[in-house]
């Protein structure tokens, strides 16, 4: 692998090592990418092999078990999805994105990483004992369905990738995952549902929890197959199973074995669990408790918000439709009560991909300027920074942060789910 950066001082450097370099192997096995790179370097008693200036050499060296020998790889090559789910939400982007939009991550190691969910379909004998010797755990995978048949139909991969034989490799061998269920209404929901959950569940504790999200869906899926969108009435549907379920698949910590996602309790009204609810909380980033922990740091903080300004102020929230009915009930009624301040909330119609998708996240740079038009703004705007891809930098149309400020003509900014970002980043400060 290409090393990117040698730190100085580092045992890297001692030995000669610049950029540009190579890591060929540790111990005479190749070095895959820096997950195996993490692994290997672990020992104290390693033979080193590089390519410094196109030359091979070898280095017998004794090391802490820490020396990360002072260098850093780069990026590995992510490894794509082996489905063409029917409800794939890459199928459901409009033409004209950046190519990155159209690619399907089915990578494990990234799922290890940075807890995205995989089907696993792409992954074979060796990849499997390459997560057991590595310990890679937890991980995150997407079952929707444990019926062969349904399972064809749903990832149209034409086979049957043995899931459940995967899985319980896996379990056996002490890794731990995280199940998630992407549930279309009359297709994986009723029996289905039913015998996925409870396949998954002979795999508990290993199998440790299983979430169930609703399908997401745009106004872009021409000739793709027809699914019903989940409705506030469906949504009250299965939030009223929610409770007999985890009594029927009960856990021995007390904590519930299936989580619905925050969207299900905002789509149907229902009154969101106290973040205790959610345990370690390994399933934040997934849509599993965001919304309690953002009103928990709210109740949090709000004793060192600014009690008022000694000259009126005013600035912007924006937010997508589902969390509309959130900021007001919670967010809005505590600003209020600041002396001099004026704060603005607008729901965002999401135009780019339909009514159908009203998340935050999935706001684009030309829908909250077209959101924004004529409105009263103040001193600042400010949205989640879930808006922007994961480097930070660019919204789902390739807009900037600047961008969005010089349309608007008032300073656009990002914060991380946090209020009290907003004053402490000084923007209403004197």
């Given at each position: 692998m290409?090393?990117?950066t040698?730190k100085q001082?580092?045992?890297a450097?001692?030995l000669?090592v610049k950029?540009?370099?190579q890591?060929?192997r540790?111990n005479s096995?190749?070095?895959?990418?820096e997950?195996?790179?993490?692994?290997?370097?672990t020992?104290?008693?390693i033979?080193?092999?590089f390519q410094i200036?196109?030359?091979?050499?070898e280095?017998?060296?004794?090391?802490d078990?820490?020396?990360?020998l002072?260098i850093?790889?780069?990026?590995?090559?992510?490894r794509?999805?082996g489905n063409?789910?029917v409800?794939?939400f890459?199928?459901?982007?409009p033409a004209?994105m950046?190519?990155?939009m159209?690619?399907?991550?089915g990578?494990f190691?990234?799922?290890?990483l940075?807890?995205?969910?995989?089907?696993?379909t792409n992954?074979?004998?060796?990849e499997?004992?390459?997560?057991?010797?590595?310990r890679?755990?937890?991980?995150f995978?997407?079952?929707?369905?444990?019926?062969v048949e349904l399972?064809?139909?749903?990832?149209l991969y034409?086979k049957?990738?043995h899931l459940?034989?995967?899985i319980?490799?896996?379990?056996?061998n002490?890794?731990?995952?995280h199940?998630q269920i992407?549930l279309m209404?009359?297709?994986n929901?009723?029996s289905?549902?039913?015998?996925?959950?409870?396949?998954?569940?002979?795999f508990?504790?290993?199998?440790?929890?299983?979430t169930?999200v609703?399908v997401?869906?745009t106004?872009h899926?021409?000739g793709l197959?027809?699914?019903?969108?989940v409705?506030?009435?469906?949504?009250k549907?299965?939030m009223?199973q929610?409770?007999?379920?985890?009594k029927k698949?009960?856990?021995?910590d007390n904590?519930?074995?299936i989580?619905?996602?925050?969207?299900?309790?905002i789509?149907?009204n229902?009154?969101?669990p106290?973040l205790?609810?959610?345990?370690s909380?390994d399933?934040l980033e997934?849509?599993v408790?965001?919304?309690?922990?953002?009103?928990?740091?709210?109740?949090?903080?709000?004793?060192?918000?600014?009690?008022?300004f000694?000259?009126?102020r005013?600035?912007?929230?924006?937010t997508?439709?589902?969390?509309?009915?959130i900021?007001k009930?919670?967010v809005?009624?505590?600003?209020?009560?600041?002396k001099?301040l004026k704060?603005n909330?607008?729901?965002?119609e999401n135009?780019?991909?339909?009514?159908m998708?009203?998340?935050?996240?999935l706001?684009?740079?030309?829908?909250?300027?077209n959101?924004?038009?004529e409105?009263?703004?103040?001193?600042?705007?400010?949205a989640?920074?879930r808006?922007?891809?994961d480097e930070g930098?660019?919204?789902?149309?390739d807009m900037?942060?600047q961008?969005?400020s010089r349309?608007?003509?008032?300073?656009?900014?990002?914060?991380?789910?946090?209020?009290?970002e907003?004053?402490?980043r000084n923007?209403l400060?004197?």
């Open positions: 290409k090393i990117i040698v001082g580092g045992t450097e001692r000669g950029p540009g370099d890591l060929l540790i096995k190749r070095v895959k990418d997950i195996d790179f993490r692994f290997k370097v020992e104290e008693d033979l080193l092999e200036d196109g030359k091979s050499k280095f017998q060296i004794e090391k078990f820490d020396d990360d002072g850093e790889l780069e990026e590995f090559k992510i794509s999805c063409d789910c409800f794939c890459v199928d459901q982007n004209g950046r190519k990155g159209y690619f399907r991550d990578d190691r990234l799922s290890y940075h807890g995205h969910y995989i089907t696993m992954m074979g004998d060796k499997l004992s390459r997560i057991v010797e590595q890679l755990s937890p991980l995978i997407s079952v929707h369905a444990t019926g399972r064809k139909r749903l990832l034409g049957d990738d459940l034989n995967k319980k490799y896996l379990t056996d002490n890794i731990e995952l199940a992407v209404p009359g297709i929901d009723g289905h549902l039913m015998k996925t959950i409870d396949d998954l569940y002979h508990y504790p290993k199998v440790n929890s299983l169930i609703p997401g869906l106004k899926r021409e197959p027809e699914i019903n969108i409705t506030p009435e469906y949504s549907m299965m009223g929610l409770d007999l379920l985890n698949f009960q856990t021995s904590r519930p074995f989580f619905f996602s925050d969207e299900w309790y789509l149907s229902y009154e969101l106290p205790s609810y959610y345990g909380l399933l997934n849509g408790g965001q919304v309690p922990k953002f009103l928990d740091d709210l109740d949090r903080d709000r004793s060192k918000y600014p009690l008022s000694d000259h009126p005013e600035f912007s929230i924006v997508g439709k589902l969390m509309e009915k900021f009930k919670h809005i009624p505590i600003l209020s009560k600041i001099n704060v909330l607008y729901a965002i135009n780019f991909y339909g009514e998708v009203t998340t935050s996240g706001l684009t740079g030309k829908d909250i300027i959101g924004l038009k409105k009263s703004l103040g001193e600042s705007v400010w989640s920074y808006i922007l891809n930098i660019l919204t789902l149309d900037t942060i961008d969005i349309e608007l003509g008032t300073p656009f900014n990002v914060s991380n789910d946090s209020i009290l907003i004053f402490e923007i400060g004197e």
